[in-house]
């Protein structure tokens, strides 16, 4: 049996610096495979043949893998391994761009295959990313409740297929986001890099949900297969590579000023974008039962510290506040005081 397709991303550091060219190299990729692409993306079972047809002419273009460190961060490579996740060097707006088709054809084929437990996409935010970025806006497809064959292997592909698109996600919010750090932009210009910015982060925010599409008590089966000797004690997304370049360029956004030359209602739209797609965190950890239970980090540390865990939920709202204080101006300096005007001289006693 065949095992999980892999999606093929550059490494974070080789990034481009704006959307311009993987939108470019998207547009030429969906219009070489047209018909095999809209074959591939609709929505009923018997388009599966074309989807692993389609799949199989990416991966051929998918560029090689190569060998990378395992840092930063560290346990990135096992993270990788676990999500079969490559990297790849070359034209990364190209890479980017196979990565997100390929994506959309591994998430159709799921949703296919084994419905959603999740409320309707009328904005098409979880298969309309390559349609946003070539203006070419897809139809909506319809989902169908979640009925698979298999529940526990469908909730554990579930699981994989939603965390691949989520990584794509990813390096395209770290893409936007260097994009809206132009100096000299005109308004309208970062107007629509706020817009595209905010756009990709709503998609990423349906990504991790779809990620977490599957009846809850489903989790405990698929929380085991994160546990040694598979991976690392103490598996965690913050091994993550791609979320890790994300909140380095929020950094260097806030302290190179660029958070400082946007518009004040251009601010306020980023840090909102980035606190939506930051609650679907929490919203997963509270559908698996994070309330009251710790991650596998948190339950890891603990347990070597000797102290009681923090809830996945608190944690995630934590890590959600730091985050989010990279986004947020830091507050102008106080005025300097007035001088003291000098007390008035004393009069001599008559």
């Known amino acids: 049996m065949d095992g999980p397709t892999a999606v093929v991303l550059p490494l974070p550091a080789e990034l481009p610096g704006t959307l311009a060219p993987v939108a ?22 018997e388009e599966a043949a074309a989807r692993a047809e389609l799949r199989a002419r990416l991966a051929a273009e998918g560029g090689e893998a190569v060998r990378v460190a395992d840092e930063p961060p560290a346990g990135s490579c096992v993270h990788d391994a676990f999500f079969s996740v490559r990297r790849a060097l ?25 419905g959603s437990t999740l409320d309707p996409d009328p904005d098409n935010l979880l298969l309309g990313v390559t349609g946003f970025l070539t203006g070419a806006l897809p139809p909506v497809s319809k989902v169908a409740a979640w009925q698979p064959a298999h529940p526990v292997e469908a909730a554990n592909q579930r699981w994989l297929v939603g965390h691949q698109r989520f990584f794509v996600m990813l390096q395209l919010l770290t893409v936007a986001l260097r994009g809206l750090d132009r100096e000299g932009a005109t308004a309208a210009q970062e107007q629509e890099a706020v817009r595209s910015f905010a756009w990709l982060c709503r998609s990423a925010a349906v990504s991790m949900r779809y990620a977490a599409d599957f009846p809850p008590e489903m989790y405990p089966q698929v929380r085991r297969t994160m546990t ?23 950094r260097r956004f806030k302290r190179g000023g660029g958070l400082d030359r946007l518009d004040p209602g251009s601010r306020d739209a980023v840090h909102a974008a980035v606190q ?33 865990a923090e809830s996945g939920v608190a ?26 005007a000098p007390a008035p001289a004393p009069t001599a006693s008559p």
Do not use: K
């Open 276 to 308: 939506h797609l930051y609650e679907a965190h929490v919203w997963v950890c509270d559908r698996f039962g994070g309330a009251d239970e710790p991650s596998l980090l948190m339950a890891q540390a603990a347990q070597a510290a000797g102290e009681r």
């Open 315 to 340: 944690a995630a709202q934590r890590l959600a506040r730091q985050r989010l204080g990279h986004l947020t101006p830091s507050p102008a300096p106080a005025p300097p005081a007035p001088p003291t």
């Open 228 to 250: 040694p000797p598979a991976v690392n004690a103490g598996f965690s997304g913050l091994q993550t590579r791609d979320h890790l370049e994300l909140v380095t360029w929020m």
């Open 24 to 45: 470019e190299r998207l547009a030429a990729l969906t219009a070489r495979y047209g018909i095999a692409y809209t074959a591939a993306m609709g929505a009923g079972p």
């Open 90 to 114: 070359g034209d990364s707006a190209a890479l980017l761009a196979g990565a997100v088709l390929v994506s959309d054809v591994l998430v159709q084929d799921d949703c296919a295959a084994s």
